[in-house]
């Protein structure tokens, strides 16, 4: 349970990094401050933030995974 729900995690804040800052980046880094997009939206630099999280809960998952598999080849799952 902890692993699918860190995976929607991990999910949710990469999206959120793709679409707040890394889809326009060179648009934030041209601007040197902001950038508005077709749809209005004002994504400054600090949309990088979300990048944190979702490395975090990917991080985790990649570490409950692992735990588990090994687990599993040494027959203690």
Do not use: H
């Not at 679409?19 to 980046?25: A, G, L, P, S």
């Not at 979300?50 to 687990?71: K, M």
């Amino acid at each position: 349970m902890k692993m699918a729900l860190r995976t929607v995690f991990a999910a949710f804040f990469g999206w959120t990094a793709w679409e707040r800052y890394w889809k326009y980046e060179d648009c934030i880094s041209q601007s040197l401050s902001s950038c508005i997009t077709p749809e209005g939206a004002n994504l400054t630099g600090g949309g990088v933030f979300w990048t944190l999280p979702a490395l975090y809960f990917s991080l985790r998952v990649v570490i409950t995974a692992a735990r588990y598999f090994v687990r599993c080849r040494l027959g203690r799952a």
